[in-house]
Nanobody, 124 residues
């Protein structure tokens, strides 16, 4: 059974940094496409960053140059390093996993497995 557990969310001031973690169990992380998504109140879910099984990454334009997705296959853990945080980054952040992510690795509908989310709040 695939399980994803996010952690690392917090409240920070603009310009600060956070690192989110997503601990995976029930499968081998290296065999799956993985993504980070976020959803702010009243807004649609947004793909933030994703990494495929070959290690290729993709980012939303809004986070390019500020966020970095990575994974530690030995620890079966996915990370999202977030720097230069802005108030508009405030959202619930979710990690997701799928064997193929048909439709695109930044497309939420392409993922079958989701974590429960971790809250990131950035104050100005």
């Amino acid at each position: 059974q695939v399980q994803l557990v996010e952690s690392g969310g917090s409240s920070v001031q603009a310009g600060g940094s956070l690192r989110l973690s997503c601990a995976a169990s029930g499968y081998t992380l290296s065999s799956y496409c993985m993504g980070w998504f976020r959803q702010a109140p009243g807004k649609e879910r947004e793909g933030v960053a994703a990494i495929d099984t070959d290690g290729a990454t993709k980012y939303a334009d809004s986070v390019k140059g500020r966020f970095t997705i990575s994974k530690d296959n030995a620890k079966n853990t996915l990370y999202l390093q977030m720097n230069s945080l802005k108030p508009e980054d405030t959202a619930m952040y979710y990690c997701a996993a799928d064997l193929w992510a048909y439709g695109g690795i930044l497309v939420g509908e392409a993922y079958n497995y989701w974590g429960q989310g971790t809250q990131v709040t950035v104050s100005s």
